[in-house]
């Protein structure tokens, strides 16, 4: 072996190690296990594995040619690097999508398949799958229906003698009559999802028109209009009446939790998806959703939010649909939905679901009876637009003049605008 | 000689790694610059320099950004590197006991971010945390602060986060460049009747400049690129008083689909970064002296 040879085939060893301590394992070629063919499924909500672990068992019992690989990450992970994992088709068979900013991206990307027609489309509330409409076409089938919108303690409102307040005077009336019991009427998580969550039953009723932040977007509204400023106004007077605990703009979700749970305070500014979570905490309590009506009682068009989330879609860039499809239908069988629904405490866009946790059951009502509107901030496309608005309202919280804050935030939305 | 030509081969492994991880972005990010891409289509557009006049005129969020990283980066740096030193000096020598103390003040450098995160802004909330407790059982209920939740000292608190996460790894720095001055000077400052003042002034601090200068400009660029502490305690907020360049990057590169105005950012941040180095080095390199 001369001289040369021996560093390069040195060198060639070396290369060899460091490329088969790169290589990972190789996915198959075609997707197809030895038992069939394998799908992806990707999801941001890791609290349900449990149950979809469960459900992709009694799926592949069914259909026992099709595997289901489900990976889970977080919400943020999921925004950041989920989106670019469907991009050559390998990874995604089955994802899942917010409403609003996300949907749209993915819309604009055309990587949603159009599941218009599909058979089992029908299995879902009509009315409240149209969030995952595009152009026409159904892109995307919300599965989980929340109501983001404040949770309440009904039986200290039954103790203290207090009705649901029906206008924005009687809230104030009701929050009085709180405040004397020495109960904080509001816990309002404002170091993360307070305001994004609150934002949307404090404006329902000041700015009835569904399309007021479509309009805002591009350009025929502004937050300095009086629905906005009016909105900052109501902000303003929660936190120097005492509504809201002090210090909220630092507050966690988790301790508004605890300060719900132990009854310190009555309502958590949150939403229907945190029932579940303050029952585990103190299970005595009785639970029911009261969103503030900021308006007189004639001039209330809502009594709610709701938001119809965790959209099922399908890669339009898989390979395999078909099997994608199997699952989608699976999972949007009114039994299958129906253990989801339990095992998660979430109510679902799925016709025929049953419900058996008596919060589910006595909150039911509001899918029916009760009149809700989409929650707002989701029709808002642009998140740097959403930033402004949200930021307005920690501007007022945090001692800010409601006008001057829906100016800086009106600024912002010019600049972002396209 | 031939044999020396050939094992110019083994570079090429590392030389890959460096142009797959680092020089493939770095290209990328300038040119997506000057696009309009989404981060998600395959088609996008040339937009010229619309990205970067975007960001030096009309993004008054980028602008809030630089200052709130300024005065993250100077809290920092400032403290920190004080910080590190004045303990460093505490426990130069080599016992039981100061040997125990660094690795304890190490000890939370080797802690996830998210963790450090987590426990921190427990120790932040206002009605739980154990700091605004412990203010109130010394009985300095004036000092008590919504720490994450007031936007005036919401940057500043994370700040100090920051310190307490990474000041143990200073300490070291400080510590071995400490060790490292001949005992000699000591004792002849000793005899020349030099007071503590003067020996460090006139010895420690001179010979201690080669550890400074990696100390203050490794803490400078930790701080200035500074991302999942501020991510994950306070999102930016609030009312984006604590949003820092880094966050914004990413905010406007997943949460708003523009990936090439993100890019152009980055671009800036990474100018902005080697300006702030450069600077450093030739003000610190001035400092030097050598006995």
Known sequence: ?418 | MKASKSLLLFFIPGLALYAVFFLYPTISAIFYSFTDWDGLSEAFQFVGTSNYERAFTGDTVFRKTIGNNLKFMLAVVVFQTVIALAFALILVKNTKTTVFLRALYFFPTILSSVSVAFIWSFIYDPSLGILNQLLGLAGLDFLQQNWLGNANIAIFSLAATQVWFHAGQMLIIFVAGLQAIPKELYEVAEIEGASKWQTFRKVTWPLLAPSATIVIAYTTIQSFKAFDLVFAMTGGGPNRSTEIIATYIFDVAFSNYQFGYASAISVIFMALIALITFIQFKALRSDRISY
């Open chain 1, 1 to 418: 072996m001369s001289m040369w040879k021996k560093p390069f085939f040195s060198f060639l060893f070396v290369l060899v190690l460091v490329l088969a301590g790169c290589a990972g394992e190789s996915p198959d070629g075609d997707g197809a296990s030895e038992d069939g063919t394998t799908i992806s499924f990707i999801h941001w909500r890791g609290e349900d594995k449990a149950v979809f672990d469960d459900l992709i068992a009694q799926f592949e019992d069914e259909f026992p040619e099709i595997n289901v690989e489900m990976n889970i990450y977080p919400s943020e992970q999921y925004q950041a690097t989920g989106q670019r994992m469907l991009t050559d088709g390998s990874t995604g068979d089955v994802f899942t999508s917010f409403p609003g900013a996300q949907f749209e991206a993915i819309a604009g990307a055309g990587f949603f398949e159009d599941l218009t027609g599909e058979e089992f489309v029908s299995n879902f509330d009509e009315g409240l799958i149209s969030v995952g409409e595009k152009d026409g076409k159904q892109l995307a089938l919300p599965y989980q229906l929340v109501f983001n919108m404040p949770v309440y303690n009904k039986g200290m409102f039954d103790e203290l003698g207090l009705e649901v307040p029906k206008s924005w005077t009687e809230f104030q009336e009701m929050g009085d009559t709180l405040l004397e019991n020495g109960i904080t009427p509001i816990a309002f998580p404002g170091a993360d999802i307070g305001p994004n969550q609150f934002m949307n039953s404090m404006m329902m009723n000041n700015a009835p028109d569904e399309d007021v932040f479509v309009k805002l977007q591009s350009g025929e509204e502004s937050l300095t209009n009086e629905w906005w400023v009016k909105t900052l106004e109501d902000f303003q007077l929660l936190e120097e009446k005492g509504y809201i605990q002090p210090d909220s703009l630092g507050t966690s979700q988790d301790s508004a939790m605890a300060m719900v749970a132990n009854e310190e305070a009555a309502m958590l500014a949150t939403g229907s998806y945190h029932m579940a979570s303050l029952l585990d905490l103190n299970p005595d309590l009785q639970l029911d959703l009261l969103a503030p009506i900021t308006v007189e009682e004639s001039e209330a068009q809502y009594e709610g939010i709701n938001t119809a989330t965790f959209m099922l879609a399908i890669n339009s860039n898989s390979e395999k649909k078909e099997q994608a499809k199997e699952f989608v239908a699976f999972l949007s069988r009114p039994e299958v939905a129906s253990q989801y629904a339990n095992e998660t405490g979430q109510h679902l866009t799925v016709n025929g679901v049953e419900y058996e946790s008596d919060v589910l059951q006595n909150t039911a009502y509001w899918i029916d009876e009760r009149t809700t509107r989409f929650q707002p901030r989701f029709l808002i496309t642009n998140a740097q637009i959403e930033a402004a608005v949200l930021s307005s309202i920690e501007n007022v919280l945090g001692g800010g003049d409601p006008m001057e804050a829906a100016e800086e935030a009106q600024q912002l939305v010019e600049e972002n605008r396209k």
